[in-house]
């Protein structure tokens, strides 16, 4: 069961939004302890792609799944990079474009370019942060389709969700009963 | 974020808190309606002294020589220093992992960007021509004209430029896992607004990953920018040589007393929202308390700040930096600066005491009280350096706010709480996800033994 709102986009961008739906078992759990025996079991189980929904992050999921750290911190890195150099570009080709000798300084005075310089790098690796946010999640979601998911997952319940076929859904939905799931079901 | 030391009761859990922050969008009361009415009329006040004054002039705003800048821009600082808190609260606060920020910071800000918005409309106003604003962008044009950038108003314009770009991303951040949450329990065109607003969010392992990366970053890019953006509003006075104005302590000055109208402004909004939507075991006395502790640490700042300046003015021996303060303190303006002293650094000392502190009603009349000693500390500085400029005493002049002024005022505070007012009746005022996350997650061994004692 869905509750996203299914717009109605043309082509590509239905398939970049709305991936086609991936087939498996979607698990509750009331409790955090709970979901992260589930994640340690399917992990010995030879599990990779399973999605863990929470409705807040929890170092303790992340450190159970072992994630890599997310390259967002790339695009920060870029982004400020970029908005420094532009920010000196921008000052000093600008000034040179239409020398006018200000309060008898140089016409390319470094030291109050610098504000601007220092501006434009916090902009840039504001918005590229924001950028790198976006474009890994969309990724994320892509590459694993559509999955089931559950209402009550923003509110007070963790879930599991695991990709699998009709000849692995019995094993899986056993191994989430025994580590304490609320409910199990397959779709 | 490690669960830190909490007086909630028991019964907040996660599923309470979702409902107590999402029930806060239901149906607005008459009351709601009332308040946005009397925004909205002030606003018009603010419309209509505008279409005068582009139709007659800056001269209705009793501008003459040598004060040219006035009550325009004493209202630009002071609104670009409400907004100042909201972000020391949002960022500094997270990357110091302070967990009473989670109750209070989406309302603060929140109050960041609505106070930039209205900082933003006063340098377009007191340029007298606004439709030739964008002459402060740098844009192509056919006589080949770049703007000065050794100006400190160019810095200025690109400083609140980035600040309202970035403190508006981060409040939308923030609001997504909220609004995903409101999502899952609306029902008609609420679903659709929000589930068009909440981008897909759906709470998985990945989606987190790159969201608390990513929020970590943008604390860290808003922090040293809040303290970048102040700084160079002070340096638009600081860098010219009028007396009172020419101070190396301007930044820091600037910057503490920017944090601390903020925090009184924070008190000042929370209040009424805390009664009107029922939230009395979230935002707590607790949370007050520290509200009030920062105001106390940047009102002392303020105040050092005062008695350092009088100091130099007198210790360094320029005869016009002693004349201008003599001027600020016993001249014709001595009541506007003897206010912001009373206001800003002897009441403010009252917070010492805890029983005032731990007293909300007590908390949110100080708090009036800074917010008009800070708008007095901008105007003292800005009008009354200018009035009493002792280079050209043939030109002194004593100027007094016209009506123009403070209709333009009253508008400012109109769209401000205009905004303010949609924007907690439409999104999450408190935030869902990080309140929850200083609660102690459910777990079953606690469950169990919860059960065998009761």
């Known amino acids: 069961m869905t509750t996203h709102l299914r717009l109605p986009l043309p082509g590509p961008l239905r398939e970049l939004f709305h991936p086609p739906p991936t087939p498996g078992v979607l698990s509750v759990f009331a409790h955090l302890d709970a979901t992260l025996e589930a994640i340690k079991k399917l992990r010995a189980a030879g599990h990779t792609d399973f999605t863990v929904y929470s409705p807040i992050p929890r170092h303790e999921i992340e450190a159970a799944l072992g994630q890599a750290v997310s390259p967002v911190r790339m695009f920060t890195l870029i982004g400020g990079i970029a908005g420094c150099a532009i920010g000196a570009w921008l000052t000093l080709w600008m000034s040179g474009d239409w020398p006018i000798v200000v309060g008898g300084k140089p016409v390319l005075s470094v030291p109050p370019y610098v504000v601007i310089m220092f501006e434009m790098t916090i902009l840039f690796g504001a918005l590229s942060t924001i950028l790198g946010i976006l474009l890994n999640a969309m990724f994320a979601a892509r590459r694993l389709g559509t999955i089931q998911y559950d209402p009550r997952f923003t509110n007070d319940k963790f879930g599991i969700f695991v990709p699998a076929g009709s000849d692995k859904a019995a094993s899986v939905e056993t191994l989430l009963k025994g580590s304490g799931a609320e409910e199990v079901r397959r779709g | ?82 907004a100042h808190s909201g972000t020391l609260i949002s960022a500094i606060l997270f990357l110091f992992r302070s967990g009473w920020r989670t109750a209070v910071y989406r309302t603060a800000e929140a109050m960041t960007v609505f106070a930039v918005m209205t900082a933003g409309l006063f340098p377009l106003i007191h340029i007298g021509r606004q439709w030739y604003f964008y002459w402060l962008i740098p844009y192509p044009n056919e006589r080949g004209l770049w703007p000065n950038f050794k100006s400190p108003l160019i810095w200025d314009e690109f400083a609140i430029g980035t600040y309202f770009t970035v403190s508006t991303v981060f409040l939308i951040m923030g609001l997504i896992p909220d609004v995903a949450a409101v999502r899952d329990l609306a029902t008609g065109w609420r679903k659709k607004l929000y589930a068009i607003t909440s981008i897909g969010w759906t709470g998985t392992n990945e989606q987190w990953r790159h969201y608390t990366r990513g929020y970590l970053y943008l604390a860290a890019l808003a922090t040293p920018l809040v303290l970048s953006v102040h700084s160079v509003v002070s340096w638009d006075f600081a860098m010219a040589i009028v007396p009172g104005w020419h101070a190396t302590i301007f930044a820091p000055y600037f910057v503490a007393g920017a944090i601390y109208s903020g925090c009184a402004m924070v008190i000042t909004l929370l209040t009424p929202i805390r009664k009107l939507f029922g939230l009395e075991e979230l935002i707590t006395v607790h949370h007050y308390e520290n509200l009030a502790k920062l105001c106390l640490l940047t009102g002392s700042i303020v105040g050092y700040a005062y008695v350092c300046e009088y100091f130099i003015a007198w210790y360094g021996g320029n005869p016009h930096e002693r004349a201008a303060f003599w001027y600020r303190a016993f001249g014709p303006y001595w009541w506007a600066s003897w206010t912001m002293i009373i206001c800003n650094a002897f009441l403010p000392l009252l917070l010492w005491i805890k029983k005032i502190r731990t007293n909300i009603t007590a908390l949110f009349v100080i708090s009036i009280f800074v917010n008009i000693g800070m708008w007095f500390e901008r105007y003292v500085i800005i009008v009354v350096s200018l009035a009493g400029e002792p280079y050209e005493p043939w030109a002194n002049a004593v100027y007094n706010p016209t009506w123009a002024d403070w209709g333009i005022m009253a508008g400012s505070f109109g769209w401000f709480f205009m905004w303010f007012l949609l924007f907690v009746k439409n999104f999450p005022a408190v935030s869902i996800s990080e309140v929850k996350e200083v609660l102690p997650p459910p777990k079953r061994q606690a469950a169990r033994t919860g059960a065998q004692r009761t």
């Open chain 2, 1 to 82: 974020m490690a669960e830190q030391r909490t007086t909630t009761p028991s019964r907040v859990t996660y599923d309470y808190v979702t409902r107590t922050i999402a029930r806060t969008l239901g149906n607005p009361s008459r009351g709601y309606f009332l308040l946005l009415g009397a925004a909205v009329a002030l606003l018009a006040v603010g419309i209509i002294t505008l279409l005068y004054l582009l139709r007659y002039g800056l001269g209705l705003a009793g501008y003459s020589h040598p004060v040219y800048w006035a009550v325009f821009i004493t209202c630009f600082v002071f609104w670009v220093g409400i």
